[in-house]
């Protein structure tokens, strides 16, 4: 099953410390070579992004930063997993990086299995 | 939490440390067979102990710390029966005392020795199924249980299979080796031979069957992965890759909703996985760089990325397979790949030039009863209108097909053809 992990911080965009960095570097060396991790990536501060909404119908562009938004979006990446369980230890570990190396860091770590594509027509 | 997710919370976090566990215990026991031994008794442990005492907020470090105490004792009782022989080597001696500091800097990168392990388990020793079986425990971490659903055999079958296969490496001085150089290309071979075996047997998986067997391409490709990831520099390991990756792209347009196979030519192309496509002709493109365009494995990932660039059938570019099936066929000299050839061919300069490759393979012994013979030469006859000929060749077709489907489908056409149907 393909799994996204979507890391959000209601803090907006915070860097990771150097610690932190080098503990995800390490785990993530280790799911490359795992054959587990398939895609992944940090996201520039919404400042240089843009909303495209709609409303009654009616399409506006809004340009970064978007000052309503409760949760920014820092990263993510794509793994390749068993099942739900091992895509929420998975998870679990990353966090907990979070945790031991930058205990000030808040956040969420959002995992979703990929719709599974139905059998042909 | 129930006992049961107790117990697949325990699995997940196994599997997930599962490959620095076992990269790190056979470092340390440079013995891989009894690296994973011990490995698996880390897992035990845990399912004894976290349904009592709740899983650990660190469960990876918990598991490290356990595999690696069971690997300690084991060269402390190893070191005390030298001991006691009287034949300890002092750089044993020094090895034993610098063993605390085996743990940290090493297990930063677990590259060379997941290379090691599945050179190791791949071992041309080994036969090509224990292979497939020890690399699935040691690389995927699969349980011998999964392995046998998976390769529909029983679970007694894969457990002796994994066991003789640990005990000839261990007989033959090979459980800690990794081939470098010349031997490295030599036994990638096998290595690639297995993650592809791996990858067919859940290729041919139907619907209805026990999901652990489609579960086996996630598996191959996996592995696939880690050894371009590990070995970067070997072209047919990217090109295996890429075969895999282009194959698995058709998984979803492959079946219909009754499990009956679509044929490549009239599968939905907008079913195809376009991300596992992009990632298959990367793949491909890694091994042209390299200098691998001619490999073995490059080749069909080039033939079958023909296909996969076709955003319709018309739009396939026939000449260019036929040509990758002549280098393909230069290599192996197979008369099913030329067979392959031959419908390439008809699709590019018409049934005549199809036909004449055909019978020019035709009274092959390795081709007697394979009924996709017939079976093309009635397509070309059906099409040159040689009809008569064509419901002859679809017949002979379904006596020799293997499976009903392939035997009805040769019937419906040879029926097709007697009432002077022309090829569709």
Not at chain 2, 84 to 89: D, N, R, S, W, Y
Request: aromatic letters at 6%; hydrophobic letters at 45%; proline letters at 6%.
């Amino acid at each position: 099953m393909r799994f996204m992990y979507i890391v959000t911080s209601p803090k907006g965009h915070v860097m990771p410390n150097q610690p932190l960095m080098d503990a995800i570097l390490k785990i993530r060396d280790r799911e490359i070579k795992a054959g587990r991790m398939i895609d992944d990536g940090g996201l520039m501060p919404v400042a240089t992004g843009a909303q495209v909404k709609i409303a009654d119908n009616k399409l506006s562009v809004i340009d970064g930063p978007f000052v309503e938004a409760k949760e920014l979006i820092g990263g993510y990446a794509i793994f390749e997993l068993r099942d739900k369980e091992e895509a929420v230890a998975m998870a679990k570990e990353f966090m907990q990086l979070h945790c031991d190396h930058m205990p000030e860091w808040e956040g969420t770590c959002e995992v979703r299995a990929f719709m599974p594509r139905p059998p042909g027509a | 939490m129930t006992a049961a997710n107790v117990h697949a919370a325990i699995l997940a976090a196994w599997r997930i440390e599962q490959p620095r566990l076992i990269t790190s215990l056979s470092r340390m026991l440079r013995d891989v067979p009894l690296a994973e031994e011990l490995t698996q008794d880390a897992l035990v442990a845990a399912l004894e102990d976290w349904p009592v005492s709740g899983v650990p907020d660190r469960p990876g470090a918990w598991l490290m710390a356990t595999a690696k105490r069971r690997a300690l004792d084991h060269l402390r009782r190893g070191k005390m029966l030298a001991r006691k022989h009287g034949m300890l080597a002092p750089d044993f001696e020094r090895e034993q005392q610098a063993m605390p500091d085996f743990d940290a800097p090493l297990d930063d990168d677990i590259g060379d020795e997941m290379l090691r392990l599945i050179f190791t388990a791949c071992h041309p020793l080994l036969s090509r199924e224990a292979s497939a079986a020890f690399s699935l425990r040691m690389i995927c971490g699969l349980t011998t249980e999964e392995i046998a659903r998976a390769f529909l055999v029983p679970a007694a079958t894969i457990s002796q299979r994994i066991v003789r296969a640990k005990r000839t490496l261990s007989e033959s001085g090979l459980a800690y080796e990794t081939p470098h150089g010349e031997a490295l290309s030599e036994r990638l071979a096998s290595v690639l031979e297995v993650v592809y075996l791996i990858f067919n047997e859940g290729y041919a998986a139907s619907r209805g069957d026990d999901w652990m067997r489609p579960q086996l391409c996630h598996e191959a490709l996996r592995m696939g992965r880690v050894l371009v990831s590990i070995a970067p520099h070997e072209p047919e390991a990217h090109g295996l890759l890429a075969l895999m990756e282009l194959n698995g792209s058709r998984t979803a347009a492959r079946i219909d909703a009754e499990g009956e196979p679509i044929l490549l030519l009239e599968q939905d192309r907008r079913r195809w996985d376009v991300l596992q496509i992009r990632r298959g002709l990367q793949a491909l493109l890694r091994a042209r760089e390299l200098g691998g365009e001619g490999g073995f494995y490059a080749l069909q990932a080039a033939i079958v990325a023909c296909h996969a660039v076709a955003d319709r059938p018309e739009a396939t570019d026939w000449r260019r397979i036929a040509a990758l099936y002549e280098r393909l066929n230069a290599r192996l000299r197979s008369p099913v790949i030329e067979l392959n050839r031959a419908v390439a061919v008809g699709m590019a300069d018409g049934p005549q030039a199809g036909l004449a490759i055909v019978e020019a393979i035709a009274h092959e012994p390795a081709l007697k009863t394979y009924h996709l013979l017939p079976g093309v030469r009635g397509d070309f006859l059906q099409k040159l209108g040689r009809l008569e000929e064509a419901r002859a060749a679809f017949e002979t077709a379904a006596e020799l097909a293997g499976n009903r489907r392939d035997r009805d489908l040769m019937q419906r056409r040879a029926a097709d053809a007697g009432a002077g149907k022309p090829a569709r």
